[in-house]
């Protein structure tokens, strides 16, 4: 029998791949990957040749089974995805299940998540979350969903896509009240960015300006959670009018994002700072 690996990849970095996956994927009989024209040019990137072959979501019955063959044949495969780690919001789930099953041995090969990188430099409490991954596209599911998790204590984590954010985000008010959230976009990335805030505040920057690339969405519970302290709002707010190069109304909307204030306070603030 060979070996199955789950092998995570980057999430845009490349440089956040491991050794140990690049040893793995040289050494691969076969890697089964989700888009395999994607994938052929990370590996060329990486100067590995290996027969590639694709496993995605409407081919996974068959492809599947084709994969499970060549794994008793004695092959080792490396699943791939996209970006970040197989079966995390990405396919995998059911090749794993049925490799266990036949008996065939796998083994995770661990690097990067998106959800875990969130949360690592969210600032937020980590030692509690709960992984909730696409919300569905429809508003009433999408409600539903967002419902039911209205009660849980730890962070939720979802993923989503830059299109749908801004609904999203105002579906969250609607259905679980203005908590804070950070939006950790493109992460590893050159434009990579943390929006930390209320979700009205963020509906409102959302509303000023696209958000583009990927987005993971972190909302605390229930029961408030501090966002991280950082330099108070006057301290924001004079660097901002100083630096000439925001209005006071600029000003007050990245602090207000930035804090977490309520806009007027910040507003009366950035008054008094005027003179
Ligand atoms: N398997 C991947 C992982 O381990 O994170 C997730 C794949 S899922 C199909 C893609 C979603 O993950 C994106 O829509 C986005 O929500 C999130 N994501 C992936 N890369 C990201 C990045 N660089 N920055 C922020 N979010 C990212």
């Given at each position: 029998m060979g070996t199955l690996y789950i092998v995570a990849t980057p999430i845009g970095n490349l440089e956040d791949i491991t050794l140990r996956a690049l040893r793995i994927l040289k050494e691969a009989d076969l890697v089964a990957a989700e888009d395999t024209r994607h994938s052929r040019k990370l590996l060329t990137h990486f100067g590995i040749s290996r027969p590639l072959t694709s496993y995605f979501d409407h081919n996974k019955d068959l492809k599947g089974d084709y994969i499970l063959d060549k794994l008793r044949e004695g092959l080792s495969v490396a699943l791939i995805t996209d970006?970040?780690?197989?079966?995390?919001?990405?396919?995998g789930y059911q090749l794993v299940r049925d490799a266990v099953a036949a008996g065939i041995t796998v083994v995770p090969i661990p690097g990067a998540c998106a959800a875990i990188t969130a949360l690592s430099a969210s600032g937020l409490p980590t030692d509690f979350f709960s992984f909730a991954g696409f919300l569905p596209n429809k508003q009433g599911k999408r409600r539903e969903r967002l419902q039911a998790l209205c009660a849980e204590k730890g962070i939720l984590v979802f993923y989503e896509s830059p299109k749908r954010l801004l609904a999203t985000l105002r579906d969250m008010l609607e259905t679980l009240g203005d908590r804070e959230v950070v939006v950790a976009r493109e992460l590893t990335k050159l434009y990579e960015e943390f929006l930390r805030g209320r979700l009205s505040a963020l509906i409102e920057e959302a509303e000023g300006r696209e958000i583009r690339g990927e987005v993971a969405i972190l909302v605390t519970p229930a029961e408030q959670t501090e966002l991280p302290e950082g330099p108070g709002m006057e301290e924001l707010l004079t660097r901002y009018l100083e630096s000439?190069?925001?209005?006071l109304k600029d000003a007050v909307k990245r602090v207000t994002l930035e804090t977490g204030l309520p806009k007027s306070a910040v507003y009366a603030e950035a008054l008094r700072l005027k003179g």
């Open positions: 970006a970040g780690t197989p079966c995390i919001s990405d396919p000439g190069e925001f209005s």
